[in-house]
């Protein structure tokens, strides 16, 4: 696995194995106490037990059913063919602007032949979707027709640019997307105004001016392709992100990390006196910003991911991996890099910060207000019901099964990711009514008693005991929960994994 030579890696070894070395019990520890009480969290801890490395434990009783964390993520990236289907804020992933653009924006999309259905074609094209589509919706500009200009952009790819495949006129989509036709009963699902990014990309929308500062200073300054944008070159950015969108939307998601401690090992030089800056001063801060990184669970990607059942030569593939996040990291480089923090720019890095998503994130959903609204409608007493159909019905039977599409996506959670598993856990991930952000909810499966571990599952735990340890193969290791141990021993011969 040696053929792909990064030069970082070679210059700056001593510093890229301290970057990966794994913290000690004491730094875990005071990492995450100071991020339980900044975020006032007051009910769990973080520790070593010894057997599966970090893990959380109660700092108190939880009842069944009771909330044991509403965990904020670090990083988080909504799928790409998931942007055809929901328009969401690009910092805490809510669903904003109203239910007529949700509507005519996604029908307006797949008017112009774009599907969720990802292909290599709609991979490619939908940075320019959203921002055509999305732009054109709040054009104040009645007259003009701000779609045909764009029609451009889908070229080839797009199948027709008429609204024919969805059966309604251009200009009912028009009107929905930029405000001027209402739907019945909308008002009773609001959302928040969609506000641009303040880079001028175009691409990210947001709920709030704090999620729009909030995301300029976690990454998106360096990472947005617009006029104020931070980065070295717009065009290598754009030519990153179009290969990260071919191939794998955590090169995205990685980008964002990286961008994430560029701009705190910024933030952290800047609050320090000039006369102090010097070398291990800069590489001190370096450290310090690398720290919510730096805790996460890590393995290098090409070692870790797991082998596709088609694939037959695994040195072959696993050499593939690592040459595909070679070429992604050289286009990042291009477009984001600085001599001053030169060694997050190693592959070892970036290989161990994709390994560390792949085995920690958590799916991100966001369920549709979309499908609450049209839920609303069916439930309106008959005559109301019948008079709003007239007008929402057509909507609906133009988009289809998918009309209460989610919003789908993967995170970083740094405190859910310190979760061990369980086969037969005390928790679960899962997000009640009102939970419509982009957070982890955990709520508890059952009482829960100050000081015991808090346990997940990664997988179906319904699953017959060789298909859960099939599945956990995926994630690198062999459970040893006590169920899996108990039905190990209740299996011919008596066998633990
Ligand atoms: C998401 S991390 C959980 C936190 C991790 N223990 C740490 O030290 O950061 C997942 C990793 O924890 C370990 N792990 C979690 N649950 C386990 C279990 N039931 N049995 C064995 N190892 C487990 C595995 O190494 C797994 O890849």
New binding site residues.
Partial sequence: MDTVICPIDVRCGDQVSALLRPPSSQQVQDYFDELMSTRQCHGLKVGHNGL????VYAGMDFEEGEIVLRDQMLVGVQHLSNKIDCLVCGFCFQFIGSIELQIGRKLYLQSLGVSSTSDECTKGMMAHNSKACYGASLSSNADADPYKANGGDFGACSSSSSSDTVGLPKELLESLMNGRLTLPHSDKFPLPEAISCPGGCGEVYYCSMLCSEADWASSHSLLCSGKRSESLSKDALLRFTQHANETNDIFLLAAKAIAFTILRYKKLKAACPKETHNGSVAWSLLLEAWKPIHMG?KKTWWDCISLPDDVSDETAFRMEVKELAFTSLQLLKEAIYDKEYEPLFSLEIYGNIIGMFE??NLDLVVASPVEDYFLYIDDLPNTEKIQAERITQPLLDALGDEYSACCQGTGFYPIQ??????CCPNSRAFKRDEDRDGQATILAARAISKGEEITISYIEEELPLAERWASLAD???????SRCLEEGEEEEGGETP
């Fill in positions: 599966h490395g970090k893990g669970y085995l920690n990711s310190c979760m061990n598993h369980s994630y690198g290791f062999t459970c040893r929960c």
